[in-house]
């Protein structure tokens, strides 16, 4: 290696070397020395440059702020605004409707001091870029901004957008930046205004009638409608109990388990376990030969990638999260994480109904596939259709680079961030692989007037099954078949009659919520995780065993916005309006006149029901036989946002309150009750006993108002995918779960 700088130096100056490898010496000391001088007055110039040339660019994060000022370099100053700083005041409803429902806006509270930095910054900049999000919030942000630095500084203010956050792409997008887009700001003005006047006249209604603090959404309300609907189909529903008989059969030393599907020509309908009996005493002694054996091929196409509603949907299903946890986790690889010492935006924007991918994109992803699954690419691109009604905005969302597969970036991620980017990785490239191919073989065996059926599948063909590593229950690989003939005699074995019940319709999850929601025009992909969010923030709604249950307090407010504003409260006005909203952003509707012809006839009908509707204030309070440790006087159990408390009947001179005991508790001589707690940090509900730390007993599971006939603890609800909704004694030592008998020792 050469030596340089002064150690070149002092080797020409005090070492006898051959004269010519001194002068090569030297003539690269000069050169590197001319080198160095241009590099200096370069990086001057653009020091020079970058000071004149000051470009301030607000995002929306400091976490995009960072990811974005690390790709823009000298020049420019990255700055978020925390979200909206400009927005209708909380206190009050703040729309003229004398005056074409003019908005009064005011700056957010507490967001006074970061807007006048703002102000500050765009006064010393020559030039202003808007970099909020691609939507209807992005953009109405975006404009109050430039509404707001407009007054400051008289450099220009442009709008750039982009659908991920690479260097490649901020670039493209400061090199070319736009317009604010009025009719999207006025789409979102409407949104706005039209959820305010729903809220703030059905809020003041309810405080009315049923208590006070409480609050109706447009859409929110409509969502909890759907849930409240579909939890009186589960309460009305009447479990029926049949039973299945399955039974093994062996050929040589291999063995399998076959179901009974015909008895005497018939499919059997089992009712009770006396009826199973008769059948197996009527065969277990028969010659079990097989009489039928099919094998059948199916096609398994590749999905195409997410819309924001399906990652959802397949987050929830199988990672286990929620549609909030999704977009949070979501948002952070968008943002940026480090890998290594680079940041990078891992994905495209989240928010999307579209499953558009780009032309760049796709010849990425077949490259990757030529090199590593080359069997498995098809000759062309495959093109999937954009869903009816999408607003096809954005992309569908993908990774941002497919070189960063999940295995290269996983000491840098999160368990969750990792688990969330495999699914969008593995979801995009599979999208453009070859279909997988299934082999299901069946088997028939028969055993006197029985028939039973074992099944196997196999995948024959991976296709696009090789990037997939988390399959699902419908695409995974089951049972297992000897080689079998027809008209082959099995040796039989052993019979397994189990006792079931029907299952009623399924209560909504975060994944069948959203999809339904989607199905039927309600909100738009940025609405989906706040929407349930909402409910359960507001205890209209609880999350047990993952499932959405509305509480009494739901079931009151929706019974009451149903029948007083079954018209407003209805799935197809609220599609209808997310019409109308899309017609504004697309410059085909006037906002005001689409306010104009709501609001009217929605005003005179809140008077009527105001005025008509009977007060249910205080119908839930219940007296109890608890008395108030402080002044002595009887507690009450009041229903509050968060649910039932106690609280002494000496309000307001005595504030004291209490958990609702909800069970006994069942440890022996502990006299104590369980009460709901939550853990600290994540406040994740369990159940514990009111003598703690004294007594350690706890819960994961919600007691409900029954206690097993076997041992007497109490007894909880469970929930599997096998069985769905089950009673379980709480007692580890007690077998009872679920049986009629059962059913009606309880009622």
């Not at 070859?434 to 099944?455: Q, Y």
């Amino acid at each position: 290696m050469w030596p340089t700088g002064p150690a070149l130096y002092l080797l020409l100056m005090n070492f006898s070397l051959d004269k010519s490898i001194k002068e090569r010496y030297l003539l690269y000391y000069m050169a590197q020395a001319k080198e160095n001088t241009t590099e200096k007055k370069g990086k001057k110039a653009s020091a020079k440059k970058a000071a004149a040339n000051n470009t301030l660019v607000i995002v929306e994060s400091p976490a995009k702020a960072h990811t974005i000022e690390k790709y823009l370099g000298p020049g420019y100053t990255v700055k978020a605004s925390m979200g909206h700083l400009i927005d209708l005041p909380k206190s009050r409803m703040a729309i003229d409707t004398e005056n074409n429902f003019a908005p009064e806006y005011i700056t957010v509270r507490g967001k006074a001091k970061l807007l006048k930095e703002l102000q500050k910054d765009a006064k010393k900049s020559t030039l202003v870029l808007l970099a909020s999000d691609n939507d209807r919030e992005g953009e109405a942000i975006a404009w109050h901004l430039n509404n707001a630095l407009k007054e400051k500084t008289d450099a220009p203010i442009h709008r750039i957008v982009f659908n991920e956050i690479t260097p490649v792409a901020i670039k493209e997008a400061v090199q070319h930046p736009g317009d604010i887009s009025e009719p999207k700001v006025n789409a979102q003005k409407a949104r706005r205004i039209l959820d305010r006047l729903v809220g703030y006249n059905l809020s003041p209604l309810l405080w009315a009638k049923v208590k006070n603090g409480l609050s109706a959404g447009r859409v929110q309300s409509v969502a909890l409608r759907l849930i409240c609907e579909r939890e009186k189909e589960v309460e009305d529903f009447i479990p029926e109990e049949y039973w299945s008989l399955d039974a093994d059969f062996a050929k040589g030393k291999s063995s399998f388990t076959a179901q009974l599907v015909s008895y005497k020509g018939e499919k059997p309908s089992l009712k009770n376990e006396a009826q199973v009996n008769e059948i197996i005493e009527q065969i277990k002694n028969a010659e079990c030969k097989v009489s039928g054996i099919k094998a059948t091929d199916k096609v398994v196409r590749p999905k195409p990638p997410f819309t924001t509603s399906k990652l959802q949907q397949a987050a929830a299903n199988r990672l286990g999260f929620t549609s909030r946890k999704t977009m949070q986790i979501a948002q952070q690889l968008y943002e940026g994480v480090n890998i290594g010492s680079t940041r990078v935006g891992l994905i495209t924007y989240m928010r999307t109904d579209s499953v558009r991918i780009s032309q760049t994109a796709l010849t990425e992803i077949r490259e990757w596939i030529q090199k590593n699954y080359p069997d498995d690419l098809p000759p062309e691109p495959i093109e999937y259709t954009v869903g009816k009604g999408a607003q096809d905005a954005h992309e569908g969302i993908r990774p941002t680079y497919i070189s960063y597969t999940p295995e290269s970036v996983k000491e840098y991620l999160t368990r969750d961030q990792l688990r969330l980017y495999t699914i969008i990785w593995e979801r995009l490239v599979s999208s453009q692989m070859n279909n997988a191919k299934t082999r299901t073989t069946s088997a028939e065996i028969t055993a006197g007037d029985a028939v039973f059926r074992a099944s196997a599948s196999k995948i024959v063909d991976k296709g696009f099954y090789h990037v997939i590593h988390l399959l699902s229950s419908k695409e995974d690989v089951t049972g297992s078949l000897p080689s079998l003939k027809d008209g082959e005699v099995l040796a039989s074995g052993k019979f397994y009659p189990e006792q079931h019940f029907t299952q009623g319709p399924a209560r909504y999850t975060d994944a069948s919520i959203v999809k339904t929601l989607e199905e039927r025009g309600i909100g738009r992909p940025s609405t989906y995780a706040p929407i349930i969010s909402v409910l359960l923030d507001r205890y209209y709604v609880t999350r047990t065993n993952k499932q959405l249950v509305p509480t009494l307090l739901g079931k009151m407010i929706s019974k009451i916005l149903v029948e007083s504003f079954p018209e407003i409260i209805d799935e197809e006005f609220t599609a209808q309006v997310e019409n109308d909203l899309d017609k504004v952003e697309q410059d085909d509707l006037v906002w005001t006149d689409m306010i104009g012809q709501f609001y009217s006839p929605f005003k005179t009908r809140v008077g009527q029901v105001m005025e008509k509707t009977e007060s249910v204030k205080g119908f839930l309070d219940e007296q109890t036989d608890k008395v108030c440790e402080l002044c002595g006087k009887p507690m009450i159990k009041k229903l509050g946002r968060f649910g039932f408390f106690l609280a002494c009947s000496g309000f307001p001179a005595c504030h004291n309150t209490k958990s609702v005991p909800l069970a006994k508790c069942p440890v022996p001589g502990c006299g104590g009750e369980i009460v709901e707690r939550k853990t600290k940090g994540r406040g994740k509900a369990f159940y514990g006993c009111t003598n703690y730390p004294k007594c350690t007993f706890i819960s994961h599971f919600k007691p409900i108002d029954s206690y097993c006939p076997k041992c007497g603890w109490f007894l909880v609800e469970k929930y599997d995918k096998k069985n769905g909704a089950y009673k379980s004694c709480i007692n580890p030592d007690c077998d009872y779960l679920h049986s009629a008998d059962g059913d009606e020792q309880d009622k």
